[in-house]
């Protein structure tokens, strides 16, 4: 019998979730956590939309959500820990454009999001798996860049950052060909281009490792 198992990109772990991040998870979950392919649907259908993948600890996420309130912003995130800072900032800046799903992005991606959905996906810092024997697990491989490509909008924006150079270099060759177009910071509206950076961004400036960054734009 042949298995066919994906590796995953996440070891599965519950994480240190404070107090407060625990409060929030109860308090809120309800709220701003969807799972049903309806509900997905609605929420980023209409408005222009944007996906961040492994949004962290959502600094991100918020700081999009607060310039651009008429953005429908989703989050997929694995940690409850980080989905539980970013439900307790939705809730004190009372933002509305925030939807989150607890699940694996590329599960996510495959079953629960139409083809044609996001203006733009961000993906900053992903777990960069540096020991070669790992790198199976990183989330960037050729069937992913594929499946950004079917779920963003015609002229839709792939924005991504990575402090792993090798990472970034093995990017950039995917992204070649007819199908992408590559774009500046400039080329970017306000609120994507002047985002504070995350503290994983924050981390890699500190101890010396080069900040990477590629902007696509779906063309064909
Ligand atoms: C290094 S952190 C970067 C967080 C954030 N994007 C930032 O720039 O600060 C990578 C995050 O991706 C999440 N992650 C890894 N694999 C994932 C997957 N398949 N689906 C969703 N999130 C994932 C991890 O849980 C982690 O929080």
Known sequence: MAFNIKPKSFVTRQGRITANQKKALTSFWN??????????????QGNSSLLDIGFGAGETLVSIAQSKL???LLGAEVYLSGIGT???????FDLENIKIVNEDAEDLLQNKIPDNSFDVIIMFYPDPWPKRRHHKRRLIKKEFIDLLHKKLKPSGIFYFKTDWKDYFDKVNLLFEGPNWEDLNLLDLEEHLRDIPP??????????????????VKKVN
């Open 70 to 72: 008429d953005m429908s």
């Open 31 to 44: 709220k701003y956590v969807i799972s049903e392919f309806s509900e997905i649907q609605e929420f980023i």
């Open 198 to 215: 995350t503290s994983f961004e924050k981390k890699a400036i500190q101890a010396n490792r080069s900040l990477n960054t590629k902007i």
């Open 86 to 92: 970013v439900l307790s900032k939705a809730d004190e």
